[in-house]
């Protein structure tokens, strides 16, 4: 199966000789070295933000005060991910456990149980079918769970299941993504769950990549892999959402991957630990939100059990004592780490037009919304810096559409012009920042001047839609390919 370009990309960002020359350090060396260059890179913005801060008291308000943080953050998500973070699956990590011996170990090679939920997928499954079993591990049960599927899917499984010798369970109605996962789960015998969704493409070494973190690392109760845009060629819109997911996976949850704190372990390629979400699978597929099931945030809601459950678990357990996940063998609630690897690769479809990417990020918001009453509930135990990094995200995303709104709409009716251009002017910096961090992870690659289009299309029109996901909480399906 040819890469994805988006993938041979990567590949030749993770090989550069400054990269090779910086692993045949001594690792103290190497990690002095790492602050020393991350520092000088991020000094322009450093000394940005000390004039910002200096301005802030003399009547700057709650504009620049917010423009102050949005900056700190920005600064904080890029030094913690480019001078702190170590891959799980390249070396031992150097920010463990209290006491990893605390954590049962993997077996040298455990069995892996690869799941995936397909609904209504015809154009995509046979090629995420195909990566599945294209991978190089060799201990791997593959599970496809048909939910009811009514475009031909579940015939082009019924052949692949008699070509591959995969298992294919297919439902006879649509009983929604999570509970469909959970059949699937009801039947995986595997030490690792690996969950994967049905547009996409998984590198051939990815579960290896995967096994081999979790392996080396016991602690790790889930590890998320990284992910671009399988379609990147498809138009603009494509190309400024690989370049936006490359920052996401590569700071964000890098930097979060640090602390072991890692918020969403992202579907397109999510590694879990059986002992660590087996008996929170029944609290997943039965998941209710203002009183109503709640059939988003799957991959939010599954990472916040792991993260959570030495607090909440064992009442999670409780509601669901009768369920043959928690009856047959109730694992101890423990403080998992949840990690991020580079190395572990996926790409996904995005989509290309815009009715179908605007009900994405809907959906999306509504996870974000579900989730911070769950997670938000005890990250703070976590620690000080993964707390910060957790709350300080959502207080952003929280207060983006009042930003907005001050700005582009209120500040201009009453002859604040220049606040527009100014909150224009931040934003696309903000964007160039990032777009600079993708060019030097990518040397060569020009779609870098993309990503301050997406700081502006998340001003402008991605705000906006929280409200909107807030008030049609309880609307929807999780299909994906809804245009």
């Known amino acids: 199966m040819p890469e994805p370009r988006a993938g041979s990309v990567l590949r030749r960002a993770l090989v550069t000789e400054p990269g090779r020359r910086l692993d ?4 103290p060396v190497r990690d002095a070295v790492l602050r020393l260059l991350t520092v000088t890179a991020l000094l322009p913005v450093l000394l940005l933000l000390a004039d910002r801060v200096v301005r802030l008291p003399h009547g700057a308000g709650p504009a620049g005060l917010y423009g102050v943080c949005v900056l700190s953050g920005t600064a904080c998500l890029l030094y913690l991910a480019y001078a702190h973070y170590d891959d799980p699956a390249v070396r031992t990590l150097r920010r463990r456990a209290p006491a990893p011996g605390d954590f049962p170990s993997l077996p040298r090679q455990p069995l892996v149980s690869f799941l995936l939920a ?21 201990r791997l049960q ?13 015939d082009i499984l019924r ?15 649509n009983v929604g993504k999570k509970a469909a996962l959970v ?13 994967t969704d049905s547009d996409c493409v998984v590198a051939p070494d990815a579960v290896r990549m995967c096994v081999r973190a979790m392996v080396r690392h016991p602690e790790l109760g ?20 690989d370049v936006w997911y490359e920052g996401q996976f590569r700071i964000a949850k890098a930097a979060e991957s640090v602390f072991g704190a890692v918020s969403c372990v992202s579907g397109p390629l999510a590694a879990f630990r059986r002992e660590a979400v087996y008996n929170y699978l029944p609290a997943w597929a039965e998941d209710r939100f203002l009183g109503a099931p709640f059939r988003f945030a799957t991959d939010r809601q599954l990472t916040g059990y ?14 669901h004592a009768d369920s043959p996940f928690v009856r047959g063998h109730s694992c101890p609630e423990r403080r998992w780490l949840v990690g991020y690897s580079r190395a572990a690769r996926v790409w996904t479809n995005v989509p290309d037009r815009w009715r179908p990417f605007l009900h994405q990020q809907v959906r999306w918001k509504k996870s974000f919304l579900r989730n911070l009453f769950f997670t ?9 810096v993964p707390a910060l990094l957790y709350y300080g995200h959502a207080l952003w995303v929280l207060a983006a559409p009042v930003m907005v709104f001050w700005h582009l709409a209120w500040s201009p009716l009453f002859g604040a012009a220049g606040a527009v251009l100014l909150y224009l002017c931040g934003i696309l910096l903000k964007g160039a920042v990032w777009g600079l961090a993708y060019r030097a992870d990518n040397p060569g690659d020009r779609r870098w001047r993309h990503r301050p289009l997406m700081s502006l299309l998340s001003c402008c029109v991605l705000a906006w839609l929280l409200p909107w996901a807030a008030l049609t909480l309880r609307r929807g399906t999780w299909r994906r390919s809804a245009a």
């Open 222 to 241: 889930a590890l998320s892999g990284h992910c671009r845009a399988l379609n990147a060629d498809a138009g603009l819109l494509a190309r400024v959402q």
């Open 142 to 154: 593959i599970v496809v769970v048909d939910d009811g599927s009514r475009d031909g899917t579940g």
């Open 24 to 27: 045949r350090l001594d690792r």
């Open 159 to 173: 052949a692949l299941g008699g070509e591959l010798g995969i298992t294919v369970l297919h439902l006879d109605r």
């Open 183 to 195: 059949r699937g789960c009801a039947i995986a015998e595997g030490d690792i769950l690996l969950f």
């Open 118 to 138: 397909v609904k209504d997928e015809a154009g995509n499954i046979e090629a995420c079918v195909r990566s599945m079993a294209a991978s190089d591990y060799p």
């Open 306 to 319: 792991v993260l959570g459950q030495a607090w909440c678990g064992r009442a999670l357990k409780d509601r």
């Open 376 to 384: 938000g509930g005890f990250m703070w135990r976590r620690g000080p």
